[in-house]
């Protein structure tokens, strides 16, 4: 149990593996939580099946004992982001290749209203207003992604009504729930874009080129100006030592050229009970684009009642 801020504005992202909340909305995360909204992050797994992508982490100790070092990681992140987090309880269904089949007892073998009844109780005990998941893709095609956003939708829905599960707490109705749109072409396009155009070595030439010349499935709804939050952003990712080496992958491109050309992390706002004229009316709006996630909410951050 913890203690819950009876008023005032509450924020719930929920996360397939630990890391994932410090590569995907961390800084936007650390905002929130630097701002006095309570933040809390949902971990559906322990990511005991994970790859050590680090190869100074990759030592027999560490891989023999990888549960025990992914908590600890997750809890040096959730420190460092100024943010509360709770593991829902789930086994890592790791990444089976095309022909095999899941691990016997794993998250994403779980049946989905079975998994949810977790998340729906801590729904019922946080009362978030905003919810943060993954699109149905799951952002990327591992199992526990897509699982996730599965379970994160059902749990939405089952919390807000007393028929479902009602020995797990007075029901809560999410006024809204969004979807990340981390990592997405534009934000590489940008990136290179702007390194190329200053003089600086850019390795994402090659993954644009390979990139489908396909439209983006979801619409960018919404823009959260974060570049003062990301160094703590990045700090929460190097916390995760078995997962980011420093100096590879996103930890390489110069952080200046970032907050110039892509300062905010984007969402799509899937669902809301908020009518437009409220999020307008709620400091929300630039161009059509809310920059609050808790546009329209502010004014009655216990609205969301059940």
Known sequence: MFTRHTDGLRLLSVHAHPDDESSKGAATLARYAAEGVDVLVATCTGGERGSVLNPAMDRPEVRADLARVRREEMAAAREILGVRQRFLGFVDSGMPGPDEPLPE?????EPVELAAAPLVALIREFRPQVVITYDETGGYPHPDHVMTHRVTVAAVEAAAGPELHPELGEPWQVSKLYYHLALSRAWF?????????????????????????????????????????????????????????????????????????????????????????????GVARAGGIETDLFAGLRAGAEAGAG
């Open 105 to 109: 007892g794993c998250f994403a073998a």
């Open 189 to 281: 396009q940008a990136l290179h874009e702007g390194m190329t155009e200053r003089g600086v070595p850019s390795e994402m030439g090659e993954l644009l080129a390979g990139w489908p010349d396909t439209p983006p499935a979801l619409a960018t709804t919404t823009r959260i100006a974060c570049a003062e939050q990301f160094a703590v952003r990045d700090a929460a990712m190097l916390a995760h030592a078995t997962q980011v080496q420093p100096g590879v992958a996103f930890m390489a491109h110069p952080r200046d050229i970032e907050r110039e050309v892509w300062p905010t992390e984007d969402y799509h706002l899937a669902r809301s009970l908020v009518p437009e004229a409220g999020a307008a009316a």
